[in-house]
Every structure is written in structure tokens, then in C-alpha cells.
């Protein structure tokens, strides 16, 4: 068996996988909210989610959406179409020998971000509070994407 | 040309790509299911998809939605909030050192919980099948997070 | 600290970082696609994203949905949807040693396929030209899928 510690032993590698591993945490905490929202509103999409509440019609009219609900939801998605992208170019970026310190910036400044769009969704604040968390996840994404074709582009 | 068989010769990292490969086929199939329910029930989303089953108002009226279209669609989505944060976290997990047993019988529980997930959805079974499918999945994918930042964290 | 340069030197990785990078960055630019119609087209989806163009009732009536913005929404997700597999499988399968030029192909017809599949989303193409391109990068991942299976199968 060979041995992986080398590849931990890096510490941008390292640092990529803390980062990476608290931002998808606190992405599958969006999961908790919405079941959350939806067991203490009532607040179903599948008949057999609301069966406990009542028989027939009586739980079908759970079956309904909800502001908060949806809003979560959103939230929850944006975390999806965002944090792929960082997955990808973060694991590749991590692995082409960038400076520590840059890259660590780069982490910090999208964890960050990301956790103050979602503060910034679900409270929610007053825009342009959550386009701007928004944007600057994106900008690292692509400042890291950038860095990466420039330095090892082979097509 | 460097030799990356060494990385594939680690048994933890062969039995990640194994399981990841099924969850991930297992994930795409959900897609082949949407188009089967579109086409056998005639529901679409666009008006180029149902240009064939008649001409102008004609067509337009297999633009709805469907109650097992839309089932297969959240099935879909709660595979994608599932499955991404375990390809992200599985890897580092993977590329950490851990003891092979219990690398293998985190990633098994976790195949078997969104295969189980996948059914209990489509057929569907009452709940709670399908939230104890959740629960179970979810929580293997923390428990790597866990150890993976007990062990590795840098931040 | 370790030297990683060394899977950076592997051409197959190489160019799975390129091609990866560009289709990110393609998905990417559909949240930005996405931004452009709801603010041309005041089509909104939080009360606090259009405070701005009104106070009160003035501003709910931009909470609505558009079929311009809903297709945008619909191609990201797709992408999602497909782009997510490639990653997970891609990543395992440059690591898995596979021919240089056999990779490549791959690569290149899936960053191809979903590049125009985008395109027949967008403007949109008459079908079967959006499923063809869909069922391209269906079948490259699949394939990627397959022969790593059947090269590393560790169950």
C-alpha cells in the first residue's frame, strides 16, 4: 500500500481540504433548515411526508409552498451552483503549486463569503448585502481559474 | 510522463473511486427517468421539446407539470445536495490515511443509504423510509468531515 | 513542504484541469446570465432584491417569473446535473491511467457537448439539437465511467 500522507503533508492541499470541508459543511446544514422549516410550518411537497398529520384530504392540504420554505431552498441551490465550481478549480488550483499564502487567501475570502451570503439570505439583509457575498465567491472562483490556465493550460 | 498508478494502487483510494463511480451512474440514471416520464406522459418544460406532438396552441398544452415528473426532479436535486458535499469530502477523507475498513464501510453505508433513498422515493415507500435513508447518508458524510478535521485541519 | 508539481506533470491530469476549468467556468457564467435578465427584465425572486425599484406594493409586483429567466435557470441546473458526474468520474478516471489521446477525446466531446448544449438552450435550437448534445456528455461520462470500472473495480 503506498503511502497518501505525502500529498496531506502539503499545506496548501491541507488547507484546501479544511476549507472545503467546513463550506460543504455548512452547505448540508442548509438540508437541516429546510426540514426544519418544513416540519414546524407544515409545510410539504410529497404525499407520504404529510401522512402523519392526518388522513386524505385532511393532509393533503399540507401539501403546499411556503416563503420561508422556498427561501431556504434558493439559498440552498446558489450553495450548490457555487461551491461545485470552488470544488473543481480549488482542488486543481491547490494541486499546481500555488503560493501558500495567496491561495489561503483565497480560501479564507470564499468560506467567508459564503457564509455571509447565506447569514445575508436567510435573515434576510437589506441588498446589496447578499450580491455583494455573491460576487466576491465568484471573483475567487475565478481569480483561482485564471491562475490556473495561465500557469498550466493543456488542451 | 509521471506514473500516477501509485495514487490508484492505494486501496482506500480504488474503493472511493469504485463507490463513487456507482453513486454518481446511479445519480445520472435520474436524469434517463425525468426524460422517460416527460416523454411516456407528454410534459415538458420548453416549447421546442413538444414542437413535435402538434403546431402552435396545440403543442403548448403539454407545457405543465406532473406529479411524478416533478417527484423524479426533487429525487434528482436531493441526490445532487447529497452527493456533492460526499465527492468532496470522500476525497480528502480518502486522501488522509484512514484505516481501510472503516473508509470502505463509511463509503458502502453511503452507496447503499442514497440507492435506498432513490427507491423509497420513486416508488414511493411511506416515510419514515426515506428520511432514515437521508439521516444515514447525511451522517456518514459527517462523520468523514469529523475525522477529516480532527486530523488534518489547517486553517 | 511535499512537491505536488509532479501531477502537474501528468498530461492526462493536465488537461482534465484544463477542460474542467473551462466547463466550470462556462457554468459559471449562467449565474451572471441569469442576473443580466432579472435585472433587464425586473423579474425578481426575494422582496429585497427589488426595494430598489419601489416601496411596498410598488415593488411586489416584480416578484414574478419570466420564461426567459426560468430557461437560464433551467440550462444551470442541467449543467449541475451533468457537470457534477464529470468532475467525480473525470477526476478518478485521469488518475486511473488511462491513454493520453483516448482521454483527451473525452474530455474535449464533453466540454463540446455541453457547450452546445448551452447554446441550443439558450437561443433556442429547434430539437432533437439540445437532447443530442445532452446525450454527448451523457455518453462520455459514461464511458469514463465504464473503463474506469472495469480497470479498478474495488468493491
Known sequence: ?????QLM???V???FASYTTIVLSK????STATAFYRLTRKVFANPEDCAGFGKGENAKKYLRTDDRVERVRRAHLNDLE?????L???????LSGPDLSTAILHFRLFVGARIYHTIAYLIPLPQPNRA???F???GVTLSMAYRLLRSRLYL
Not at 457555487?82 to 470552488?86: D, K, M, T
Request: glycine share 10%; proline share 3%.
Open 27 to 30: 452547505m448540508m446544514f442548509m
Open 9 to 11: 503533508d502539503n499545506e
Open 88 to 94: 473543481g478549480i480549488g482542488l486543481l488550483y491547490s
Open 82 to 86: 457555487n461551491i461545485v465550481p470552488f
Open 136 to 138: 466576491l465567491g465568484y
Open 13 to 15: 492541499f491541507m488547507a
Open 132 to 134: 455583494l457575498a455573491f
Open 1 to 5: 500500500m503506498v503511502e497518501l500522507t
